[in-house]
Nanobody, 128 residues
Framework: QVQLVESGGGLVQAGGSLRLSCAAS????????MAWFRQAPGKEREFVAA????????YYADSVKGRFTISRDNARSTVYLQMDSLKPEDTAVYCC?????????????????????WGQGTQVTVSS
């Protein structure tokens, strides 16, 4: 079992930026596809971004494309989410997830069921 710990959330004004980090335990982090999801109060958990083992392939939800950037540092066993031009509708708990079964991304990379390990999440609040 891999442990995932998110950090970097907080309160920011609209138009501002935050950088989230997700640190993973274990020695085989570079074998995992990784993703970020978010969940706003009263809403379903939704896909934000995904990255393959090398960082060479990334996918984004349409709502964040051009504003958010996912990246990873395999030497540090960490995946990042750089969030720029934040909007109040980005307010949510952000969680990272790992798919330990493969290095590449599934066709269903945007489904929560495609990932088998989850962090506890970090709160992001964007004020207007």
């Amino acid at each position: 079992q891999v442990q995932l710990v998110e950090s970097g959330g907080g309160l920011v004004q609209a138009g501002g930026s935050l950088r989230l980090s997700c640190a993973a335990s274990g020695r085989t982090f570079n074998n995992y596809a990784m993703a970020w999801f978010r969940q706003a109060p009263g809403k379903e958990r939704e896909f934000v971004a995904a990255i393959n083992w090398s960082g060479g392939i990334t996918y984004y939800a349409d709502s964040v494309k051009g504003r958010f950037t996912i990246s990873r540092d395999n030497a540090r066993s960490t995946v990042y989410l750089q969030m720029d031009s934040l909007k109040p509708e980005d307010t949510a708990v952000y969680c990272c997830a790992a798919d330990r079964s493969r290095v590449g991304l599934r066709e269903t990379y945007y489904y929560t069921s495609s990932y088998d390990s989850w962090g506890q999440g970090t709160q992001v609040t964007v004020s207007s």
